[in-house]
């Protein structure tokens, strides 16, 4: 039997992405599963290397049961993040470029010293330099915004833009902070850093142990989402977004009208 056709597969999200069209799920029609998933989404991040784009870091999808009831998958997943995904804080993003955009309030880690591969993390605040509040636009490829496990991986986990907020040491404690989400002034969305994994520290350890499995290492300097804390929200022209983090402050994001 002649497996799924990863360069294929690759081709047609990003192409989707590129022009901002949606596409019908993969893996049914592929016989998709999660390892070659992730070749599809290694793929599709050579597909960005290859004009240009650099790898900076890693985000962890579905490290909160709010975003996998949302979706309606439920194992943790990561995916890769480039310079070109950036956003600066308070900057403006095109709407237009999107398929079906969301947003979610994320924390970000700045990545120090990480631990050879197999051995847990030690310190965190050796393999963590700063924390900041963040904001993920997350756009899948999919039609209706609906996949399955290994449809979302191939699919680079949804990702599409990101924005940091200021950088501050990291905390005394991590795992309940308040966590809210606001579209112009209002709030969209309230919960805990403990909504991930009991505590975001635990997504790098998880980022780390998947990323491992499939030969990708984390470096110094990346940066390192640790996975939305509440479900997304859709993201409409004109709206004002602020993700706001007890202790780390906020992130703020604008779409064009
Ligand atoms: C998948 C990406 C999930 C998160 O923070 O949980 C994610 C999706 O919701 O489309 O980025
Ligand atoms: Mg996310």
Not at 134 to 145: G, V
């Amino acid at each position: 039997m002649i497996g799924p056709d990863v360069a294929g597969i690759a081709e047609r999200l990003g192409l989707a992405a590129d022009t901002a069209t949606a596409t019908g799920q993969l893996a049914a029609e592929t016989g998709l599963d999660v390892d070659t998933a992730y070749a599809a989404q290694t793929a599709l991040l050579r597909r960005r290397l290859d004009r240009g784009e650099r790898l900076v870091g890693l985000k962890m999808g579905l490290t909160s049961r709010a975003k996998m009831a949302q979706v309606g998958v439920d194992e943790v997943i990561w995916g890769r993040l480039t310079d070109a995904m950036r956003v600066p804080d308070g900057g403006t993003v095109e709407v237009g470029t999107y398929i079906h955009p969301r947003v979610e309030p994320e924390v970000a880690f700045l990545l120090d010293r990480l631990p050879a591969p197999g051995e847990p993390i030690g310190d965190f605040r050796e393999a963590v330099r700063a924390v900041a509040p963040a904001i993920e636009l997350i756009d899948s490829r999919y039609a209706d915004f609906t996949f399955s496990l290994p449809d979302v991986i191939a699919d680079n986990t949804s990702a599409a833009s990101f924005v940091i907020g200021p950088w501050s040491p990291v905390p005394d404690g991590l795992e309940n902070l308040g966590v809210l989400l606001e579209i112009d002034g209002r709030v969209a969305q309230v919960g805990s850093t403990a909504a991930i994994l009991g505590d975001p520290r635990r997504a790098l350890d998880e980022g780390i142990r998947l990323a491992g499995r499939h030969g990708v290492r984390l470096r110094e300097g990346w940066v390192f989402l640790a996975g939305a804390a509440t479900a997304a929200v859709p993201l409409r022209p004109g709206a004002h977004v602020r993700a706001v983090v007890e202790k780390l402050g906020t992130a703020t994001l604008r779409a064009s009208s």
